[in-house]
């Protein structure tokens, strides 16, 4: 069974050797998602889709506490529309996908499939809108998007994903900024508590800032390897879009006035995370409030007498407060089964033999750190609570402690270089707020920005690029 | 107040006089949908949307009762893959949206936006699959799909619509063939139980089925005006699409077999289903079941002492159980926001003023027949339940007393036309069989099969067309 056991885990590239392989072996081998006949595009598999409806269910109650109403918008944007923000055509057009045949006849003007939907909301917003009375219209929808990536990787960066793109138009600019930092709370609330993964809150440089925005808020998060990745976005946008798409109201003193608006989005990416975040050299490894299955029973010497009937009578009482899966595949051994559940991340595994059911005990085994604990069958299903729990914490403490570990200040170029080339991870720097330095940064050092952080630290008073007054902190890193 | 009501029900056209304008009106007014700037595109509004929501959780549970998992597949399909299968692409090809150009490139193979699924699932399958033990695989998917139909209404027939589509394959064609109709029967489930609405159940002629299906089955309903509309299909293919796909496993004894395999969905065009079924002068007409509003609460002489806050009060308690809106809008008179939520369809309007409340009680007002209740405080979260309860009984019960009304039997071509001119609806006819009755049955009659009816009932032995021997009966109706 060793030999087995060496053989499976052999099948995925070593995590420290190579992260990118490592991380297209887990996609595949645990059936998350698959590659498809059109390139650039995967399907998203029962296991890895089941994930994206924990979190869709998990998010979409908080968005619906916040007062925040589903919809659903046409999938394809006249090009027109697309033009009529100058920033947001120049962001998206160079790559989108255009459908220019319909019902076997060319169009007359060509039709995008959406990036991103604030051309549609915004016309029919404008259409909506009257008085003061009719505000805020707080809408959301759960949809694909289309963006044709040049190089593509699946969850991290398709040319299709799922997503949810928030769209909200307020009275007043502060109430419509007040929003968006409320939707960047739920998007942190959403990885940490649910993900397990601890995010780091701020607001993009105006260079990283969405295609039209005034304002950009990030979540972002720090891989295995040490890499970032931004993990959801919300925009405050002003009256950016509200004066070309003519949204206007007359407000409380009886004038008109142009609405102030919001987007916000998190997708299919956050999949992706879950798995860089927390996996290792035996696979997946997932939070168990997300996980599509928390526990899996294996049978041991499954077809002496009572063993598999006490693996079911199990199951049924645990399914009552768990996700549970039980194993009874006749052609593979019980321990290629605890491999193949590892590698598939499942936060517990219980095992139960005929000496077990004698002794009316079961061994519980832990994903995240592998500890082995025997528990009697009358305490187990209160017990595995404490265990979930514990598990979800310790991956979240886990992941802040990497975090910790990786984040280093410089002061200096080649203190950046010398940070980075060690760690990956997040450098913090002073910064003048130039264009020009944070180009030079990431000609120099291949990182960008990450966000400048609402928690602010003085760590020096001058830019770490040009040595000029700087009175802004950021974080940077490179990034998926 | 009188006046005010009037002039609202004004508004909104006669039901009797122009259905199809009364059907436009209630999707406008009552605010389910909009058009959008692209011709045949629909915006789905939050009260439709959540009519969607509430549909969508009442058939996945079902479908994960079944075994079936979601998934998610790419929104465009190559053309190659598309033609694959002979009467398929024959159905299809005419009405698709091709993208020929993506990321600013024209692209070598043009990809058209998914107009089903059974191409790009069987791609799919066909890589998966290997043995009889992988069986079966039970997929599903929330989608939008796009169909360049000519003429569209809102709901009904669309360029985009939301839909699910279930994708099968099985060891056996006696599974797949007993998976088809599983499937068929949660969709009867859905439309009586959840929508209320009686279904018609059966099978398509040949000539109504789906492109490449071996056969077609069908839940079939009829609208106020006596008009049929499809409301949800399930087919069996047999092997039709996996042979051309390749889609094969070792079976049992070791050989290659082509896997059986079946589809399945329902749509959006459910919520058209559920205005012109239930809808009168009054506007909308919502089943308790699918309400995203169940009880309204309108305080009467608002502004008097205690009023709002006893509204409030109420609105607290209801909330535990009933999805309840407490309408505390300035602007308009109870008169009008009665004849509001009336057109919105709202099951129960609950009136409270400052008499009621001296009295410990409100009047408890129904959508459906407009009965007045009054309604001790105390009891009034219990009795709500009851009501609701029998207002979705009494909605199913009316539309099965007019689909019962509207049924009638023909036994030659002359009373099949009176029949229809009289009353719409359901005509019940012996069939040969051929083709070519059922298109000269067209020709005269504007009417269609609907199915071939799972409870045959001996009404004759000659075909109504052709006058030849018929064991067939079939139902047959002017459709939407």
Known sequence: MMSDNKNFVKEITNIEEDFAKWYTDIVLKAELADYT???????????GYAIWENIQKYADEKFKEHGVQNIAMPVLIPESLLQKEKDHVEGFAPEVAWVTIGGGEELEERLCVRPTSETIFSTMYSKWLNSWRDLPYKYNQ???VLRWEKETRPFLRSREFLWQEGHTIHETAKEAEDFTLEMLEVYADVIENLLAIPVLKGRKT????????????????????????????????GQNFTKPFDIKFQNREGKEEYAYQTSWGISTRLIGAVIMAHGDNRG??????????QVVIVPVAMHKEGVKEKAEELKNILSKKYRVELDVR????????????????VPVRIEIGPRDIEANKCVVVRRDNLEKIE????ELSEKLNDILENIQANMYNECAKRAKEKTTIANNLEEFIENLNKNQGYVKTMWCGSEECEEKIHELTGAKSRCIPFNQEKIGDKCVCC??????MVVWGRQY
């Not at 650039?40 to 029962?46: C, E, K, S, V």
């Not at 528990?375 to 009358?378: E, F, G, Q």
Request: aromatic share 14%; net charge neutral; glycine share 8%.
């Open 330 to 345: 006749e052609q593979y051994s019980p321990g290629y089964k605890f491999n193949d559940w590892e590698m598939r991340g």
């Open 375 to 378: 528990v009697n069958l009358d």
């Open 142 to 144: 759960w949809c694909n």
């Open 206 to 237: 105006p260079t990283e800032q969405f295609a039209g925005a005034e304002a950009t808020y990030t979540v972002e998060t720090l891989m295995h390897d040490g890499r970032a990745l931004q993990a959801g976005t919300s925009h405050y946008f």
């Open 37 to 47: 006949a059109v390139k650039g595009f995967i399907t998203i598999r029962p296991y």
């Open 284 to 293: 997946l490894k997932l939070p168990p409030r997300v996980a599509p299955i």
């Open 467 to 472: 040595g000029k007054p700087a009175d802004k």
